[in-house]
Antibody, heavy 123, light 107 residues
Framework: EVQLVDSGGGLVQPGGSLTLSCAAS????????IHWVRQAPGKGLEWVAR??????????DYAASVTGRFTIFRDDSKNTAGLQMNSLKTEDTAVYYC??????????????WGPGTLVTVSS | DIQMTQSPSSLSASVGDRVTVTCRAS??????LNWYQQKPGRAPKLLIY???TLPSDVPSRFSGSGSGADFTLTITSLQPEDSATYYC?????????FGQGTNVEIK
């Protein structure tokens, strides 16, 4: 079964740091573009970041709201990816989902999705 | 950034009804438009990609249409298990953006 499992969420104080993990099974992450998408409580979906595959030099892109504070990374040898979050703000409180798009298709879509991991930023 | 606007924000319909949700992009995105279904407490699930293509596990009562900047999600005969929030998403350029969601409730 093709699936992603995200983990690492928790309670952190404003200004703190947290690292989320994303593990793939049933497929190789190396062919995929990895994304993080978040959802604040009771709100809609917000794309956060992506990291492309090796042929695209692992290029990264970020939402303006997290640029300079979050870093997306991947380790294809371990079939994992992650999101390092620094200088966390209360508005970063959300469920964070790991998902992917394929590198090889003209059109792309998010599938599958991890179950989500909750990050709560509060004092 | 490309803004995605969905309408309505919510709707209530009966089992068997035909339901339509619209999604408008702030500029032309050709067919780079996906739809997702999300149930409470669950991750989103891909419903339609490239504006009109259904994944193999999605029931045929769901359909997508449109191109350019205006798109439609249609459920031809609403079922109880279709109670969910539906999101459109553009995939033509970063930042990848979603519509605000449409909550579909069963009367």
């Amino acid at each position: 079964e093709v699936q992603l499992v995200d983990s690492g969420g928790g309670l952190v104080q404003p200004g703190g740091s947290l690292t989320l993990s994303c593990a793939a099974s049933g497929f190789s992450l190396s062919d995929s573009v990895i994304h993080w998408v978040r959802q604040a409580p009771g709100k809609g979906l917000e794309w956060v970041a992506r990291i492309r595959s090796k042929p695209r030099n692992y290029a990264t892109d970020y939402a303006a709201s997290v640029t300079g504070r979050f870093t997306i990374f991947r380790d294809d040898s371990k079939n994992t990816a992650g999101l390092q979050m620094n200088s966390l703000k209360t508005e970063d409180t959300a469920v964070y989902y790991c998902t992917r798009t394929m590198s090889s298709t003209a059109f792309n879509w998010f599938d599958p999705w991890g179950p989500g991991t909750l990050v709560t930023v509060s004092s | 950034d490309i803004q995605m606007t969905q309408s309505p924000s919510s709707l209530s319909a009966s089992v068997g009804d035909r339901v339509t949700v619209t999604c408008r992009a702030s500029r032309r995105i050709n067919n780079y438009l996906n739809w997702y279904q999300q149930k409470p407490g669950r991750a989103p699930k891909l419903l339609i990609y490239a504006a009109s293509t259904l994944p193999s596990d999605v029931p045929s009562r769901f359909s997508g249409s449109g191109s350019g900047a205006d798109f439609t999600l249609t459920i031809t005969s609403l079922q109880p298990e279709d109670s969910a929030t539906y999101y459109c998403q553009q995939s033509i350029s970063a930042p990848l953006t979603f519509g605000q969601g449409t909550n579909v409730e069963i009367k």
